[in-house]
């Protein structure tokens, strides 16, 4: 019996950008019925590779094959029409429309009577692929209303929806609950076992390992190795695979807490974006890690803006050591000793557009350090730069390289090297290695365990509950804008906490 062709094939795909081999001779293929797992180090080339295959980039050399047959794939409807569907980190939905609009937006495929789209005909769609897959969702239900798992849930139907044969899948656990997950898993185990190929791309290697079949693994553009057991094979193999070296997870000494550096009493915000808190108290000790755990969309981002300065919150009272913030501003919590690291360093953290030595001091441009009677002092700017650029092995040309250019890694080690150089007393961080490899973030790991021994405070909002077990001493848990429990580190685990997250058990 001869063995069926691969859905699809990538032999010897080479892309460049400028002097940069982004991908180098890679050969890849996906069986139908495979879940296949695609590993790297950020910059190693996966990115790329599937924007490639996705019809976002035209190889510099090689071809694509669609069950054996040579296509081109020069656009994303060139690859929707050969099969292959992609869902994305950042979802790409309409958030005022339904949906079952959502699902139908320039979809030909099924026209009623007069050119009108036949609802009808999209509903007993998505009740099928329902059923096939568990993927349930309300059809009216407008996007805004849907949780983040339901946004992407409905991400994966709309590919399902326009045919995909393929579906590639870009980290798709980051922004989950544990129980999400599992509800995830058990739809993409079904797609397979009817037949569909899919590409799982994570950096979480316990979830790489319980559910792909295979793994290629890419460093420096090209493929260092693969795994045809990934059940079998340790996280720690698989991690040196893609790194090149061992990778140690950093030594966790004994908490030393001290005094309270941040307070919070009985904080409440109004609905502006996101939930709203309500009557939010928790406080945080110096040489201490306080993690916010959390399905996303249940108050951490209001809790982070007024943390932060950003925002003032209705009613409640905020102190930063030892002193009540009467101004809710940036500026007034960074006089009184808060460091910050925002979600999204893209368009929050750095200036994208000005120059990395330009968007690291740019939160203290307006002091002495860096200017003199209205007028800034390059030179000191610069040597600030390049001082954090060699401490931080942050990887780049050099500090007048566009921020926007650097790699999400070398991003967040900017954003950490701008903030701990002026010694906060607090640090606030949100997701703060979420996207990165695993040595990128064993590097933002070693640096928050030092600040903790050095007495700072620090206050880690996350989704990664693995993450959060491992760096912090205490874990609050938010749900629908209120606090519901905290827990010593010690006395948690990713059960406990998933059933806390969503409502299920609360801990004083």
Known sequence: MSTPAPLIEMRGISKSFGAVKANEAVDLSVAPGEILGLLGENGAGKTTLMNVLFGAYAPDAGEILVQGRSVAIN????????GIGMVHQHFHLAPRLSVLENLLIGIPGIPGRSGRIDRAGGLARLAEIGRQHGLTLDPDLPVSALSVGEQQRLEIVKALFRGARLLILDEPTAVLAPTEVDGLFSALRSMAAQGLGIIFISHKLNEVRALTHRCVVLRHGRVAGRVDAPASTTSSEMARLMCGHEIVPPARGPSMPGAAVLTLDGISTSHHSGMALRDVSLSVRGGEILGIAGVSGNGQRALAEVISGVRAPDAGKMTIAGKTVSRFSPSTVQALGLGRIPEDRMTTGLVTNLPLADS????????????RNGLLKPDAIRAFAEAQIKA?????????TRAGALSGGNLQKALLARELAFDPKVLIVSQPTRGLDIGAARFIHEKFLDMRAKGCGIVVIGEDLEELLMLSDRIAVMY?????????????????????MTGAEGHA
Do not use: H, K, Q, W
């Not at 931080?392 to 007048?400: L, V």
């Not at 629908?480 to 806390?500: F, H, K, P, Q």
């Open 480 to 500: 629908e804008g209120r606090i519901v429990g905290t827990l010593n580190s010690a006395d948690a685990s990713i059960a406990r906490l998933g059933l806390m």
């Open 75 to 82: 656009s994303s409807a060139d690859a929707l029409a050969a």
């Open 392 to 400: 931080y092995d942050i990887r780049c040309p050099g500090p007048m």
């Open 360 to 371: 690291m001091v740019l939160p203290r441009i307006g002091t002495a350090a860096f200017s």
